[in-house]
């Protein structure tokens, strides 16, 4: 059986079911936005019988699950009744503690392995990785010193780009360049680190989608000067498949396997002559755009990843 720790909206996880369910593919979706009131969860260690556990009264043996894809774990969900602070943080971290308990004993193989997605998402310690595995990095500095930040941005000859580590919704920033406008908000910096880095001109970003030792490239170029660092913020950018250097392959594979990764999205810049510059990678990417634009088959691909792990002979430890 595989799982899928995911939402019922969420189109990436839909697109990858409907391929396994031409498979023939037994799939269980674990939704963690339905802990604990929509879905009550029971583990129990026996000393004859060895552990079991249940995700919902109705739901499957847990003990059959052979391979699970982390996909995109949802916040758990509360009780109205539980009104006061203490009591929310309080049964929050029983959940957390609960259910990540539950995933350590899963006798299965992830895709990916919820703690490994985590260090992976690290973007300093991606940046170390990709440099000593021979990829080119751009010139980067992460503080929260403002007086290094205007040092750094000094220092570089060209254009600096800045960016977050990451976000919610409410709080998304695109990657953008630093204007001179920019400058006198610096003294912001103390209130968080920010990524500040060198920037690779030329306006063409290169998306790598990477489902096992399956590559799929596009480049994606940028249509205006606005949209130049940030293809997110460009839905209709011009997007093609586009042929990575061998070298350029067997080092994100060799990063992938050094991260503990089966899936990643990796962004490239292609810099004015040619050369393929690393910039960071997403442990959970998106990629139906990449699907679209291009018409690679990705998601058929990841649906293939799941399967051929759900097999008795292939089966692994977590």
Known sequence: MIGIVSHDEDLHAVEVRRHLASMGASV???DTAKVPMGVPLTTRQDPVAGWSGAWGRDGPDLREVRVMWWRRPQPFVLSDDLAARDDRVFAVGECQAAVSGLWACLDATWVNDPDRDTAASRKMWQLKLAQELGLRVPRTCITSDPDVA?????????RVIFKPFGGTPETWRETRPIRPVDLPLLDHVRFAPVIFQQAIEGGCDIRVTIAGDTLFAASIQ???EDTAFDFRIDPQAPMQPH????PVRTRLLALMARLGLRYGAVDLRLDPGGEHVFLEINPAGQWLFVEYGTGQPISAAVAALLAGLDRPATREAR
């Open 243 to 246: 042929e990575l250097p061998v």
């Open 28 to 30: 269980a979706l674990f």
């Open 222 to 224: 940028a249509r205006s």
């Open 150 to 158: 205007r040092a750094f941005i000094a220092s570089e000859p060209g």
